[in-house]
């Protein structure tokens, strides 16, 4: 991954044995990233999926999601870990 | 899940610490809650969860859980949690601030179990201002049963028992909790917010947190009525349920701040604290040092007393007193003693009555159902009991004659009119101690020095004790006179 390639601001996370498929952050999601499964999980419900890319990271997905732990939302770090010029990507 | 690690991005919006890792639930539903999808529920849950980690104060947060669909909130939330009897939340609440006034207590309450069954106790704990946080989920309906009507439900809203709509002529209005309890003067906080689209739910995650850091500041109750959608009893999709909030529910419910006094509100002052439990005999004056040693039982202890007396009269003739007097020498001489006043809704000076028991064995009953000895004050009380006396027993009548048709072979009777004769001694009050004493006489249980120390320990006047006294003395001497006659 070069330094110049642009990344997301935000990257969303979504807890497949959590989430119930009810819809409402596909509804919510301002930049539209988040579509639905067509497989079924473990419990039988479709599930919330992120598109890849292109969230930025405002969490409305999360608000207005019922469940504690199905959506994560991350946001870029504002003090990149990257060290410029070392090409070593950030230990987390 | 947890909120795993990503390079180069940190995590913005992810699980509460103040949710368990795992349920600890049935089956392996142990990363999941029990709410259907799209249930409001799970969204408040977040609200609060994120407000005890924000305000940090996981360690002393104590949920009290209600009856309803979200009773399970103690498989989910990482802090103190105690299920409640249905609608009694803010009372269980109440209990546990007052006695732990350091933790943070927030009632959790649905709307059947709030404005239904506890609408009296959530009416009093608002005006009591308890410094408690409730939050009051409102989605119009009994979801957790299947779907009966609520005092909230809308009108013309279908329910399992309202099943062509709620009408005014039969269910009444929907009741508006936060406009009722907004006219209290004691709560600080009182906003009704809705989960309708993301914008409401910004707001409720806002009034959420206000209503629980007004709490950690002390501040007083603060009620939180978040409208709710129930996707599943209202038979829509998770996002109809959603907007219906918006669109429909909120024209009956308008949301914002119907109270608020957090401004001007000071901290509350914490009530003393409960004294401790060893110190209470000290304060009622029933410790140890405190009572009076009492006048040892004069008969040998094989000598059985298992006396059962009635009294009987209008009020104000001291029917209550006679048997108070009597119960306490009981007490005073060692004996198991028991006084049971008998009056029920009755006028100023209507008929009372009251049991008394000593024994020199523990006693069953207090009641009196087969007295010794009747003490009548008047002629219906008379009429009244006169059939209960034991065969043997006596009866000490308060009147010239004995009326003809109560008489029986089977009871011994002194009828007098002591009314007259308390009146000769100084104050026809005393005519109740002239019939105990005659009564004394008659059991012979009792020890003269038990009877003045009962006497001295409820007659605060001397003046009356020396009246009292005399009137005794007169009533045994009445009743030795009138055995001299037979």
Known sequence: MSDTEKRDRGLLRVGVDECKGCGLCMDACPPKVIGMSERLNHYGYRTATYAGKGCTGCGICFMVCPEPGALTVYKLAKVPMVAAGTGVTGVS | ?486
């Open chain 2, 1 to 486: 899940m947890s909120n795993e690690m990503i390079p180069d991005y940190e995590v913005a919006h992810g699980k509460s610490k103040a949710f368990y890792e795992r349920y600890e639930r049935k089956g392996e539903l142990h990363h999941q809650t029990h709410y259907c999808p799209g249930c409001g529920h799970g969204n408040v849950s977040k609200m609060l969860a994120r407000a005890i980690d924000e305000l940090g104060i996981q360690d002393r947060t104590i949920l009290i859980n209600p009856v309803g669909c979200s009773v399970f909130g103690y498989y989910y939330f990482d802090v103190g949690n105690i299920q409640a009897a249905h609608g009694r939340a803010p009372a269980v609440a109440t209990a546990v601030k007052r006695s732990r006034p350091d933790s943070v207590v927030v009632a959790y309450q649905g709307d059947g179990d709030l404005a239904a069954i506890g609408s009296g106790e959530i009416l009093h704990a608002a005006n009591r201002g308890e410094n408690i946080t409730v939050i009051f989920v409102n989605n119009g309906i009994y979801s957790m049963t299947g779907g009966q009507v609520a005092p909230t439900t809308l009108l013309g809203m279908k329910s399992l028992t309202t099943p062509q709509g709620r009408s005014v002529a039969n269910e009444g209005y929907p009741l508006h909790v936060s406009e009722l309890l907004a006219t209290l003067e004691a709560p600080v906080l009182i906003e009704r917010v809705g989960l309708g689209d993301a914008k409401q739910i910004v707001q409720a995650t806002r009034a959420i947190k206000r209503a629980v850091e007004n709490q950690v500041r002390g501040l007083g109750f603060s009620l939180i009525e978040v409208l709710s959608p129930c996707p599943t009893i209202w038979k829509m999709s998770a996002l109809d349920a959603q907007h219906w909030v918006r669109d429909v529910m909120e024209k009956t419910f308008p949301l914002g701040v119907f109270c608020d006094r957090t401004k001007e509100a000071h901290p509350r002052l914490q009530p003393a604290p409960a004294p401790a439990l060893a110190e209470l005999p000290r304060i009622l004056g029933v410790a140890d040092d405190d009572l009076p040693e009492g006048h040892p039982y004069p008969g040998k202890r094989a000598e059985e007393v298992d006396l059962h007396v009635r009294v009987a009269g209008f009020g104000g003739q001291g029917v209550l007193l006679l048997g108070e007097v009597l119960a306490e020498a009981g007490l005073d001489a060692g004996l198991e003693v028991s006084w049971l006043p008998s009056y029920g809704p009755e006028m100023r000076s209507g008929t009372s009555n009251c049991h008394v028991r000593l024994s020199t064995k523990t006693i069953d009953s207090p009641l009196v159902v087969l007295p010794d000895v009747l003490v009548a004050m008047n002629e219906p009380s008379l009429r009244k009991f006169d059939d209960s006396v034991r065969p043997g027993g006596w009866v000490i009548y308060n009147g010239d004659t004995f009326p003809e048709d109560c008489k029986r072979k089977d009871v011994n009777v002194l009828a007098l009119p002591f009314t007259d004769i308390a009146h000769e001694l100084g104050d026809a009050r005393v005519g109740n101690m002239v019939m105990l004493g005659a009564l004394l006489e008659i059991a012979n249980a009792l020890p003269q020095t038990s009877i003045d120390a009962a006497l001295g320990r409820l007659v605060k006047n001397p003046k009356w004790v020396a009246l009292d006294e005399r009137a005794l003395e007169r009533g045994r001497a009445l009743l030795k006179e009138s055995l001299l006659e037979v």
